[in-house]
């Protein structure tokens, strides 16, 4: 009888040990910090993508310099990535950097790992030696890390520092879960969204912490069942859906839910927005936030259907359509007086929007928390402050 389980417990090792190991030092890689490692690495991934058998490449403790890498499938079996203590610097100079992709990209694979690792785009360097600062033309520096087309998979534990232009974009990706992300460049940098996921569907994001100097997650056109929890968020402008409708012809997001999250010292908390004068419809449903935390947040709830950073015609309308909208228990401080504004369009006014339980407190000396609406009629439940619609411009 022992022998049996003994035989049961061993034949449960080998199993759970069964994935090829393919360590990029045996395909030279130096982890100096100085040799180039990208060839090293792309080498061990091939060799690992087309075994036919569950693999993992791994990534020893050191400092890898790598370049632009492009990480393709279709792999025959699974494929991990075990880069627990590794660490990952880009170039100083930001012409080894190929402008036409990002920094670090994942393609076309479906059953895929990534655990561990921590991504030092060293912006702040690069962008000294780039005079970018005197030129203003610092947009040709992708630091970033890409999921292109990634299926079945789950990302864990990666971290990445001190770097401007950072961010990590999700591309028709398809059940992803990312958890343990953490994310921190400086709350000056430009358009270094956190997280940014378009046209995905089954992501989930979960237990990051994010800092940054723009959206810590963003949610573009074409996304479905997006979950995003636990996350923490800030300095940065908060989590966003949008925006939408700049373009011709983008697809539904539909099904996105904002739950457990924690906002501190930014620009917006949560918010949906959506650019006036779209040249197509669009539609934006089934959006729910739920159980969020604002500290010193400047407009902790916001739909904006007028959002309009340069170039556009505000007097033309959004034609993206809202609907089954919920805040529900979203509490803590607000920056500004307006705690919540609802500003939809006249053209395609919000509908099934709901607010409860909403405890958010001003500390200005112009008085207390207020909220506006343009185009919705809140259905409004439990205790409510400010209380909805204070100011209706519509
Ligand atoms: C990030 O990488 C993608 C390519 O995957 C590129 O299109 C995009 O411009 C990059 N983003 C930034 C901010 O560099
Ligand atoms: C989603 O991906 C995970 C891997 O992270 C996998 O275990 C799971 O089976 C996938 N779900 C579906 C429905 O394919
Ligand atoms: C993603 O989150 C949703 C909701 O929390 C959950 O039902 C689903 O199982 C999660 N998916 C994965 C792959 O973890
Ligand atoms: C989210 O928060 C609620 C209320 O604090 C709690 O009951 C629930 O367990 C939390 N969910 C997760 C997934 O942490
Ligand atoms: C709140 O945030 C603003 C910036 O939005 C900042 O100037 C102010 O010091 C913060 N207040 C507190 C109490 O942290």
Redesign the pocket.
Known sequence: MAGIWIWMLMMAMVAGNHAAVFDVKSYGAKADGKSDDSKAILDAWKAACNSGQASNVLIPKGTYMVGSMIMEGPCKAPITIEANKARFVAPINPNQLRARNGWINFVGIDRFGLQGGRFDGQGELAWHQNNCVGTGKCGSMPINLSFNRITNALIHSITSYDSKQYHIDVLSCKNVTFRSIRISAPDQSLNTDGIHIVRSSGINVTEADIKTGDDCVSVGDGSQQVNIEKVKCGPGHGIAIGSLGKYNNEEPVVGVTVKNCTIT???SGVRVETWPASPSEGVARDLHFQNIVM????TPISIDQEYCPYKCDKKVPSRVKISDVSFDDIRG?S??KVAVRLRCSSASPCENVGLSNINLAY?GSDGKATSECANVKPKVTGQLFPPACAVSSA
Do not use: G, K, L, P
Request: aromatic share 0%.
């Open positions: 010292h930014t620009m500290n010193n947040v400047s401080t920056a500004s500390h």
